[in-house]
């Protein structure tokens, strides 16, 4: 491992290693700097540029842009970078409602807090605002939300999609102060490519890009999901017994926090009220609930009707791997038959 780069920060030396930015060495070492566009998990392109910083010897520099050097002496506060940064914050939120009362992120808001810290004035907005220029409200997709309203054009998204997703389903568009975000066509999301993985709206920070119906969970439990023999790790959060919500795990080790959309959005089938809790048996042609021990005794009757290739069994991912296991040696061992398959493979 290579040496690491000592700075001095605010008057505190800190040690990051050699090609850390200098957003990220004063962020990890607990100083707060002011930043929209930069996450930890993608590449930096120092677009919103309020993270600017002081470092001695230079102008007032982008710090998410910078890497650390040896020795390099840095100032995150003053009067000069307060004013620029509030200039850079204004540009970026010049057609920006600031509708926080009806606006999903409230309180969970990165532009929240960033206008609080830096302030802007906003007289010298009003005055600059486009009140003509407005975004239909994207509803298209079943599981979130994109009000571009609300998008400070930071390019998370984008980059997002592409670099951790590994797809290209949305870039910017049009230019000036028309800069949006959209998809080949200017169509709606679901007229897209995207596979609803929800990984640019987990980063988003601001309320553009929005789960819909989202309840926060009382408490989470870390869990594998369901879906898949990928094994993606889960915090699936609830509210009593009642499943509201579904992430990540950070770092898990077979998916290092990612999850598709099924991890991400479809457990509501488990307190879904049309979900099956007795077993159906079909009576002159109506399906009519019947008790464990009637259905189990009709399979086990019917299974000895059926030898070798006339049988077959279909799988479930959604059952553990012991079952599984038990279900091929059943098919193998007992029926006579490799014709076995899975719906993890389809
Ligand atoms: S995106 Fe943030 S600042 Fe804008 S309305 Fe929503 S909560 Fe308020
Ligand atoms: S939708 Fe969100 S993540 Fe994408 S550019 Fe706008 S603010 Fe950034
Ligand atoms: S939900 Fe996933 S696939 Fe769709 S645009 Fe976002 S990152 Fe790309
Ligand atoms: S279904 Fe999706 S989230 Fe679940 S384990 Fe498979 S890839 Fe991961």
Known sequence: MSELVTLTIDNREVKAAPGTSVLRAALDNGIYVPHLCDHKDLTSVGVCRVCLVEIEGRRPTVSCMTPVEEGMVVHTASEDLDKTRKINLELLVLNHDYDCQNCAQNSKCQLQDLTRYIGIDEERINAMRDPDLSWDLDQSNPYYLRDMNRCVRCGICVRTCEEVQGDECIDFAFRGIETTISVLGDKEILDSTCTTCGECVVRCPVGALVP???????????????????????????????????????????????????????????????????????????????????????????????????????????????????????????????????????
């Open 212 to 346: 819909r119906n989202a309840i926060e969970p009382t408490y989470e439990v870390e869990t594998v999901c369901p879906f898949c023999g990928c094994g993606c790790g889960i915090l699936v959060g609830a509210r009593g017994d009642k499943i509201v919500s579904s992430r990540g795990i950070p770092d898990y080790p077979s998916s290092g926090g990612s999850l598709c959309v099924k991890g991400r959005y479809g457990l509501g089938f488990v307190n879904s009220p049309e979900r099956l809790t007795t077993p159906l048996i079909r009576k002159d042609g109506e399906l009519v609930e019947a008790s464990w021990e009637e259905a189990l005794s009709l399979v086990a009757e019917k299974l000895g009707q059926y030898k070798g290739d006339q049988f077959a069994t279909i799988a479930s991912a959604k059952c553990t791997v012991e079952d599984n296991y038990v279900i091929q040696k059943f098919t193998r061992a007992v029926m006579g038959t490799n014709n076995i398959d899975h719906c993890a493979r389809l």
